[in-house]
C-alpha cells in the first residue's frame, strides 16, 4: 500500500512510504524536514518490519514539540496498519 501522510508539529511537510505485503517499508520520503535526520530515518526504515518501526520511532521527541519526524512516521505507519485491518 502507498502512503502519504501529512505530519502536525514538525518540519517536514509530508511523509510518504510503501508497505508490502509482508509488511516491509519500502522508499519512505520526507519532505522537507532536516536532512540528516529524514534521510538517516528513511534509510534506517528500508526493508524493515512496518510495525517494530512504528514501535521503535513512537514518542521520538523533538525538543519541545511533542513530537517529530520520527514519532509522526510512527504515527503514520500505525494509521495506515489500521486502515489497512478494516
Known amino acids: 500500500m502507498k502512503v502519504e501522510y501529512i505530519p502536525e508539529g514538525?518540519?517536514?511537510r509530508c511523509i510518504n512510504f510503501e508497505i508490502d505485503e509482508q509488511?516491509?517499508?519500502?522508499?519512505?520520503?520526507?519532505?522537507a524536514g532536516c536532512p540528516g535526520n529524514t534521510v538517516g530515518?528513511?534509510?534506517l526504515a528500508e526493508g524493515r518490519d512496518a510495525r517494530t518501526v512504528a514501535s521503535l520511532l513512537?514518542?521520538?521527541p523533538c525538543?519541545?514539540?511533542?513530537?517529530?519526524?520520527?514519532?509522526q512516521l510512527a504515527r503514520?505507519?500505525?494509521?495506515?496498519?489500521?486502515?489497512?485491518?478494516?
Open 10 to 12: 514538525t518540519c517536514s
Open 23 to 31: 509488511g516491509l517499508l519500502h522508499d519512505v520520503r520526507f519532505t
Open 41 to 43: 530515518v528513511s534509510t
Open 58 to 60: 513512537r514518542g521520538t
Open 63 to 71: 525538543r519541545n514539540r511533542g513530537t517529530s519526524c520520527p514519532d
Open 76 to 86: 503514520a505507519i500505525e494509521q495506515a496498519l489500521a486502515a489497512d485491518a478494516e
